[in-house]
């Protein structure tokens, strides 16, 4: 039987390393959370099936009736059409039609939304940037992606993609990037990126260092080291900081937010990352956008972004009704 209450919604969130689905009220709680590895190598044939096999499971665990389903993936993809045309960390999902699959599945309309700008919402509407008019929110994982909101609305951009900001150049001639340029933030400051800058820096001179005694390098270890004052850690993890910082100084200086808000598993590193951000990004940002901005770690931690796609959801819901969405917080419609 299914429960009373607020209205619910599916989520489903599509990452390059995992797969997170859960139920969302209209409070912004999620339900019956389940999180699977990704395992790329599958492809969306295989994929796809077992990541709605897991919208079921959430929807019978939770005992809600479920009014919508948010869909939320790295892009590029096209949120109108919802189809995704190629997310970068998912090889092989050239022109999938995830919403008119999601729809035929579970019998309900569907909506699709670049992950991080359905976390952006979300920490708008329900995290670290409730009491904020103008946020910026960046998901630092396997890649890097990011959302904004400007005077109280979500930007999209004209063709849904708006907010890539892994790909502000932090480098001239850098390292490369999956997105064809080279010296992109997202080939210093991703999880994927840490990891393989420090298998480089092993390979070529970190004999000395704790991480050369580790089967596989991982972002992780790269903190865990630097804590413990391993010198090519530091280097490789202050680098980290120094790209993150730049970015962040830039959007800083152009979009003036009250809140900057850092998520996404690197951000696991806490203090670590946070505090050496915020300092460069003060200490560099012009003077008045500086006093005005604020970096902090997500408030809505792991699920930022399935209750992102929550309420992106909700929105639709309200679109399809053709009430009450302009006067939700953060209401999307462009």
Same mark, same amino acid.
């Given at each position: 039987?299914?429960?009373?209450?607020? #209205? %619910?919604?599916? &989520?489903?969130?599509?990452? @390059?390393?995992?797969?997170?689905?859960?139920?969302?009220? !209209?409070?912004?709680?999620?339900?019956?959370?389940?999180?699977?590895?990704?395992?790329? !190598?599958?492809?969306?044939?295989?994929?796809?099936?077992?990541?709605?096999?897991?919208?079921?499971?959430?929807?019978? !665990? &939770?005992?809600?009736?479920?009014?919508?389903?948010?869909?939320?993936?790295?892009?590029?993809? +096209?949120?109108?059409?919802?189809?995704?045309?190629?997310?970068?960390?998912?090889?092989?999902?050239?022109?999938?039609?995830?919403?008119?699959?999601?729809?035929?599945?579970?019998?309900?309309?569907?909506?699709?939304?670049?992950?991080?700008?359905?976390?952006? /919402?979300?920490?708008?509407?329900?995290?670290?940037?409730?009491?904020? +008019?103008?946020?910026?929110?960046?998901?630092?994982?396997?890649?890097?992606?990011?959302?904004?909101?400007?005077?109280? #609305?979500?930007?999209?951009?004209?063709?849904?993609?708006?907010? *890539?900001?892994?790909?502000?150049?932090?480098?001239?001639?850098?390292?490369?990037?999956?997105?064809?340029? =080279?010296?992109?933030? *997202?080939?210093?400051? &991703?999880?994927?990126?840490?990891?393989?800058?420090? =298998?480089?820096?092993?390979?070529? =001179?970190?004999?000395?260092?704790?991480?050369?005694?580790?089967? *596989?390098?991982?972002?992780?270890?790269?903190?865990?080291?630097?804590?413990?004052?391993?010198?090519?850690?530091?280097?490789?993890?202050?680098?980290?900081?120094?790209? /993150?910082?730049?970015?962040?100084?830039?959007?800083?200086?152009?979009?003036?937010?009250?809140?900057?808000? /850092? @998520? @996404?598993?690197?951000?696991?590193?806490?203090?670590?990352?946070?505090?050496?951000?915020? *300092? #460069?990004?003060? %200490?560099?940002?012009?003077?008045? %956008?500086?006093?005005?901005?604020?970096?902090?770690?997500?408030?809505?931690?792991?699920?930022?972004?399935?209750?992102?796609?929550?309420?992106?959801?909700? +929105? #639709?819901?309200?679109?399809?009704?053709?009430? @009450?969405? %302009?006067?939700?917080?953060?209401?999307?419609?462009?």
């Amino acid at each position: 039987m299914m429960a009373d209450g607020p #209205r %619910a919604v599916l &989520s489903l969130d599509i990452g @390059g390393t995992k797969l997170a689905v859960g139920v969302v009220t !209209e409070d912004g709680r999620t339900h019956a959370l389940t999180v699977e590895p990704t395992r790329r !190598e599958e492809g969306p044939g295989a994929i796809v099936p077992r990541l709605f096999a897991m919208g079921h499971r959430a929807i019978a !665990e &939770s005992g809600r009736r479920v009014d919508a389903v948010g869909i939320s993936c790295g892009g590029p993809l +096209d949120a109108k059409t919802g189809v995704l045309t190629g997310p970068l960390h998912l090889p092989g999902w050239i022109d999938l039609p995830i919403v008119e699959l999601a729809e035929r599945e579970f019998g309900v309309p569907a909506v699709l939304e670049n992950d991080a700008t359905a976390g952006a /919402l979300g920490e708008f509407r329900y995290g670290a940037a409730r009491d904020a +008019d103008t946020m910026v929110y960046l998901t630092i994982s396997t890649g890097i992606g990011g959302g904004a909101v400007i005077d109280g #609305r979500l930007h999209r951009g004209a063709a849904g993609n708006g907010g *890539e900001f892994g790909h502000v150049l932090v480098r001239t001639g850098g390292r490369p990037c999956l997105c064809g340029r =080279r010296g992109c933030l *997202e080939g210093y400051a &991703s999880g994927t990126s840490i990891a393989q800058r420090a =298998r480089e820096a092993v390979a070529e =001179r970190g004999a000395d260092s704790s991480l050369a005694q580790l089967a *596989e390098v991982r972002a992780e270890d790269v903190v865990a080291a630097a804590a413990q004052g391993d010198a090519l850690a530091t280097e490789l993890w202050d680098e980290t900081v120094d790209a /993150l910082s730049i970015a962040l100084t830039d959007l800083v200086n152009v979009f003036e937010p009250d809140l900057v808000v /850092l @998520g @996404g598993g690197v951000t696991r590193s806490g203090d670590a990352l946070v505090v050496p951000v915020r *300092e #460069r990004v003060a %200490a560099a940002a012009m003077a008045p %956008a500086a006093a005005a901005s604020t970096v902090v770690l997500a408030g809505l931690g792991d699920v930022v972004c399935v209750v992102g796609a929550g309420a992106v959801a909700f +929105d #639709r819901l309200d679109q399809l009704a053709g009430a @009450g969405a %302009a006067d939700r917080k953060g209401d999307h419609r462009g």
